[in-house]
Each structure stands twice: as C-alpha cells, then as structure tokens.
C-alpha cells in the first residue's frame, strides 16, 4: 500500500458483498478495484449534477434509455 494511501474498514450486507464479489470475478478484478470504481462512477455523477446535468443510459446516442433519478 502506498504511503499516502487511506485504509478504510467498511461494514456491508451479505447481498452487497456478494454482488461486489460477483463483478470482480466477472471483470477480473478484486473487490477493492470495484469499489474504487464505483466511487468513480459516483464522484462523475455528483460532479454532473453540480453543473445541471443528469445521468442516464443510453443505448443509442441520441435517445435518453433510462434517466438514473435518486442518486444524489
């Protein structure tokens, strides 16, 4: 671990640890990385909705799929 690194002990439910679990092994990574991700994913979200943005999905460019509500 480097030395500017934090370490964080952290409390989750069996379902959210299982789910963890299943996407490292699914993306080949290991729990930590997918948590980091993830809090990527949330920090990009939190940044969006600061400038008026909004999240969402979207299978073709042009057309809003699904619009993720509720997050922040």
Known sequence: M???SVRLNLQISPD???MIERIANETKTNRTAVI???L???KVAHDAK???KHIGL???PDKLDTE???LL
């Open 2 to 4: 480097a030395s500017d």
């Open 16 to 18: 959210l640890n299982e």
């Open 36 to 38: 980091r991700q993830a």
């Open 40 to 42: 990527a994913l949330m």
């Open 50 to 52: 600061a400038k008026g």
């Open 58 to 60: 979207v299978t073709d």
């Open 68 to 70: 993720i509500v509720g």
